[in-house]
């Protein structure tokens, strides 16, 4: 049981690196993203082919990233400049990606057989096989969290920010908005390739299905570890979404060994997600209700 | 100093809701003017302030600040120039960022912005001095979100925000009238008080003739896209609700009759 929440744990860092970029596309730049679905597939294509052709995995992994950005890059500039509501922008990339993804990729699926990878490197080198995953997770995440720590307190971090929030102001203070949406696009998208990129490496092959339903994940992570976790600054805000995202893995494993079929798991997972985004209505609600028949009784 | 010169603004060109909101504005505001404009409901207030800040752009004619042309600048580019105050306390403020952080992003208005620190050390304890002459009992929260303050506290907070930086011209868009009379007078209070201490060059919207005639030092009155009234100076400083009912009665041909203008 152990080695199995384990594995899950692992699962959820590196799925949760990707949950981060979904959070600075929904809740940092309040942008319903659904680019997600395809750059997460994207990002894994790459990295599964370049590290297929003998590419170093690592440099494999960034130029994954580099797709991503190109992909927010389309979404962005479909959105700011040829005024495409962002919903359906979105969408227009991520159904773009299925073709492209198939180019990339020239097969549905490519297997990673005895081809050198990220999570092989470190079992060269004699780390414990079972902890690789989970180590490689957390360098990743550790770096990711501390870059947009770091970013989102910068001049052009609070512009973006400030966008989300208000776009109206900060357009009155003289940013000016287009770019700071598309540079969110851009960031967000490339910590979902990244994560994609390392998940095909992490299970040894990538797949054209393997984003399916990854914007769904990214907000379940994001929701269950702001309900879970009251946040307090935006450090802390990061580590939720991470710990959301091993909840959510933790619970998905947990389902699955007590029979739910795995083909019901993205029926059970946007249940999941719809109770969790009721859960802040339900609690006003209730307030309120509870406020009225007070009244009644007093 | 402001030069408008033949600006129309149409709305809905080219369709049955055609509607030419302002009428070949000709307009000159000199540096220092403190400038209130009233006008009923649909008169081109808005439209005029809008046009001025690259919100909207004009059909033809030229708008000059200071010696920049900037008719067609865009409006992020234009807020290097303007100081801003909107009727909606939301809209001036981000509401989940902090008191600070909102100064922060203002004090960088037309300025490059790069990698370094959205908000240094050295800052907070300016802003604490500024918002302690407040008297809002803000200083002593500077790192609270806005959306925690009310109505009066985020106008405050954002003209302070739309000074900080001294702006060549302040446009003020009925900035009071979403607040309860005593909030509004004082953040009118304030205003003022801003306004003479950095000698601004202002334009304030406002649906109150008192308003109007107690503050700033020219009173332009619009109706139906066109300036019917334009007093300043001594004229402005002996003029009464009474007259100015008169004087839009005799320009417009027609009865002044909007309750809120009126009753407030």
Same mark, same amino acid.
């Given at each position: 049981m152990f080695w199995i929440i384990q594995s899950a744990v692992s699962l959820g860092i590196l799925w949760g690196i990707m949950s981060l970029g979904v959070y600075i596309t929904f809740r940092v730049l309040n942008f319903a993203d659904l680019t997600v679905d395809g750059s997460f597939t994207l990002g894994g294509a790459v990295s599964a082919v370049l590290a297929a052709r003998g590419v170093n995995p690592l440099l494999a992994v960034l130029i994954a990233m580099v797709g991503g950005m190109m992909a927010g890059l389309t979404t962005g500039l479909l959105n700011t400049k040829l005024r495409i509501p962002g919903l359906l922008a979105s969408i227009l990339t991520q159904i773009a990606l299925y073709s492209i993804? /198939?180019?990339?990729?020239g097969s549905p699926n490519i297997p990673l057989l005895r081809v050198p990878t990220i999570f092989t490197w470190l079992g060269d080198i004699g780390f414990p096989t079972r902890w690789i995953s989970m180590g490689v997770g957390l360098v990743f995440m550790a770096g990711v969290i501390a870059l947009m720590y770091w970013f989102f307190g910068t001049e052009i971090g609070s512009a973006i920010r400030a966008t989300g929030d208000n776009p109206h102001m900060i357009r009155a203070l003289g940013v000016h908005t287009d770019t700071t949406i598309i /540079?969110? /696009?851009v960031m967000g998208n490339a910590l979902v390739a990244l994560s994609g990129g390392l998940i095909a490496q992490q299970q040894g092959y990538g797949d054209i299905g393997m984003g399916t339903g990854a914007i769904v994940i990214g907000l379940a992570a994001i929701i269950i570890g702001e309900v879970l976790f009251t946040q307090r600054n935006f450090m802390f805000r990061l580590m939720a979404v991470i710990f959301g995202s091993i909840v959510y893995r933790i619970v998905i494993t947990l389902v699955l060994r007590f029979g739910l079929k795995s083909t019901d798991l993205k029926l059970f997972t946007a249940v999941l997600v719809a109770l969790a985004l009721y859960l802040p209505v339900m609690r006003s609600e209730y307030r309120q209700?509870?406020?009225r028949r007070r009244k009644i009784n007093a | 100093m402001l030069k408008i010169k033949q600006v129309s603004k149409t709305f809905y060109l080219g369709t049955p809701n055609e509607h030419q909101a302002l009428k070949n504005i000709d307009l000159t505001i000199n540096t220092g003017d403190f400038v209130t404009v009233i006008g009923g409901n649909g008169a081109g207030k808005s439209t005029l302030l809008n046009l001025i800040a690259g919100v @909207?752009?004009? $059909?033809?004619?030229?708008?000059?600040?200071? $010696?920049?042309? &900037?008719?067609?600048?865009p409006e992020h580019k234009r807020a290097a120039l303007l100081g801003r105050v909107f009727q909606d306390p939301m809209r001036g403020t981000a509401g989940d960022m902090g008191i600070d952080e909102? @100064? *922060?992003?203002?004090?960088?208005?037309?300025?490059?912005r790069g990698l370094g620190w959205? !908000?240094?050390?050295?800052?907070?304890?300016?802003?604490?001095? !500024? %918002?302690?002459?407040?008297? @809002?009992?803000?200083?002593?929260? %500077?790192? *609270?979100? &806005?959306? %925690? @303050?009310s109505g009066g506290q985020?106008?405050?907070l954002t003209l302070m925000m739309a000074t900080l930086k001294e702006p060549r011209m302040l446009l003020l868009d009925e900035h009071t009238a979403a607040l309860d009379p005593k909030t509004g007078a004082r953040v009118l209070a304030l205003t003022e008080e801003l306004i003479s201490r950095q000698q601004l060059t202002t334009m304030m919207i406002t649906h109150n003739m008192r308003d109007a005639i107690k503050y700033g030092n020219r009173l332009l009155m619009l109706h139906e896209g066109r300036i019917i009234l334009d !007093?300043?100076?001594? $004229?402005?400083?002996?003029?009464? &609700?009474? $007259?100015?009912?008169?004087?839009?009665?005799? *320009?417009s041909g027609s009865q002044l009759a909007n309750d809120r203008m009126l009753l407030s």
């Open positions: 993804n /198939l180019r990339v990729m /540079l969110g /696009l209700f509870k406020q | @909207l752009l004009p $059909d033809g004619g030229q708008i000059m600040l200071d $010696d920049q042309d &900037v008719t067609w600048m909102n @100064l *922060a992003l203002a004090a960088r208005r037309g300025k490059r959205g !908000i240094a050390k050295s800052e907070r304890e300016q802003y604490r001095e !500024i %918002l302690g002459k407040l008297d @809002l009992g803000l200083e002593g929260r %500077l790192g *609270a979100k &806005v959306k %925690l @303050l985020r106008q405050a !007093i300043q100076g001594e $004229d402005k400083r002996r003029l009464h &609700v009474e $007259d100015l009912l008169h004087m839009f009665e005799k *320009a």
